[in-house]
């Protein structure tokens, strides 16, 4: 069972305190506890994962599908050492591989239909030879597939991986090519029970201290401990402090300790995006064979990832993503069931959630340099998915760089 700290006011101060129950504040947490420190983990939502969340069906308890990350690989080492080091490996679930396709002009297509393929033969010799260092996505990968291939798929393919506009996002932080990997892993893989099953099993395997539905109002230093103040009113110190969370609510929560910092993450663009998750009966949509997802020529949705990867005897399900705020949720109903070519009807269940994603250009690409000039405090830890990249592991990753940090404070 996950562990609930009871967070009264009087109590002694923690060793650290982190503010974010996603990937990047269990893991961060999960170092520490491991190196013997006393450690509380405080979110403002009612379950752990952040942009982790899994839907379990209501009429189907062995079906759920995912409205944040979806795979990961075995090429995420930092993340799978985690897994390992809890002892959580019997939650690795394979999962099957299929391909993703392109809905244009009302019809599903292969992608492979979609490029010019002279233009292609003619470029992508240059990946021998290019560098992704100092490059946007754009200026990185046009030279390689072509103006015409980039501009009509490229272009729109890669901002259904990040679920925004990735033309000037950082080539470098961008489907990164990782030399290590566990062999003896699965190359793709998720989570018995979904992914969100992943930051709950380690804080529970782990023995963290987790309390959830809390909201902070403000973190405050007075001489060597850290004061952080709830909404309603509760007061808790620790002798360091991680925040864990998009960088505008870092920004604010850091005013009145780290202004400079404060200032950086506040300059950070924030992308919004709405991901609903469409269950249909398999017979609903028998037209639309095993696909990994869904590739829009248009910008009606970013992407649809599917769940076919793990094969149910009845069930499908599609998530799709959406720019927040350009469909109401009607609208996002029937952009789903026009591309499944099925009737609101024939959808059985749906689940929606909102997320927050940085926006991040090159000039972001200094930010940790940034962070350590002008750092006031060495006992503020900053973890999230705008260092090194938006993927898990990415994000794990930075809470082990952050933990080496800290781990050189207890010599």
Do not use: W
Request: with cysteine; hydrophobic share 35%; glycine share 6%.
């Amino acid at each position: 069972m996950i562990k609930y700290s009871s967070m009264r006011s009087d109590e002694d101060a923690y060793d650290c305190i982190v503010l974010g129950g996603g990937i990047s504040g269990v893991s961060f947490a999960h170092k520490l506890k491991h190196a013997g420190q006393r450690v509380l983990i405080v979110d403002e939502n009612a379950s752990l994962g952040g942009q982790i969340r899994t839907y379990q069906s209501k009429t189907h308890p062995d079906f759920c599908c995912g409205l944040g990350a979806h795979t990961c690989y075995n090429s995420y080492t930092h993340l799978l050492s985690m897994v390992r080091e809890s002892g959580a490996e019997d939650i690795i679930q394979e999962i099957e591989n299929y391909s993703y396709v392109v809905y244009t002009e009302g019809k599903i297509r292969s992608i492979f239909s979609q490029l010019n393929k002279f233009e292609l033969l003619l470029h992508c010799r240059k990946m021998f030879f290019s560098k992704k260092k100092g490059m946007t996505v754009r200026e990185y990968f046009e030279p390689l597939v072509g103006k015409s291939n980039y501009a009509s798929f490229f272009s729109k393919a890669f901002r259904a991986v990040i679920c925004q506009n990735a033309d000037k996002y950082p080539a470098e932080l961008f489907l990164k090519r990782r030399a290590e990997r566990y062999k003896e892993i699965p190359r793709k893989y998720t989570f018995k029970g979904g992914m969100a099953s992943l930051t709950e099993t380690i804080v529970d395997k782990d023995g963290i201290d987790l309390h959830l539905n809390i909201h902070i109002s403000s973190i405050a230093k007075n001489g060597k401990l850290f004061t952080v103040k709830t909404s309603e009113g509760k007061c808790f110190s620790a002798h360091n402090i991680a925040l864990a969370i998009d960088p505008k609510g870092a920004s604010e929560l850091l005013k009145d300790i780290e202004r400079p910092i404060s200032e950086l993450l506040a300059a950070i663009p924030i992308s919004e995006l709405e991901s609903v998750c469409v269950i249909v009966k398999k017979e609903s949509v028998s037209s639309i064979k095993n696909i990994a997802g869904i590739l829009p020529s248009s910008d009606e949705f970013y992407s649809v990832v599917s769940r076919d990867t793990l094969s149910h005897p009845s069930l499908r399900a599609f998530t799709f993503h959406f720019e927040r705020g350009k469909h109401d949720k009607e609208k996002q109903l029937s952009i789903a069931c026009k591309v499944l070519e099925i009737e609101p009807e024939q959808v059985l269940e749906t689940s929606s959630m909102s997320h927050l994603l940085p926006s991040l250009g090159l000039e972001h690409l200094s930010l940790d340099t940034a962070i350590a000039r002008n750092r006031q405090n060495d006992n503020v830890y900053l973890l999230g998915n705008y260092y090194y990249g938006l993927s898990l592991e990415d994000c794990v990753h930075r809470s082990s760089t952050e933990f080496e940090r800290y781990k050189s404070s207890l010599k």
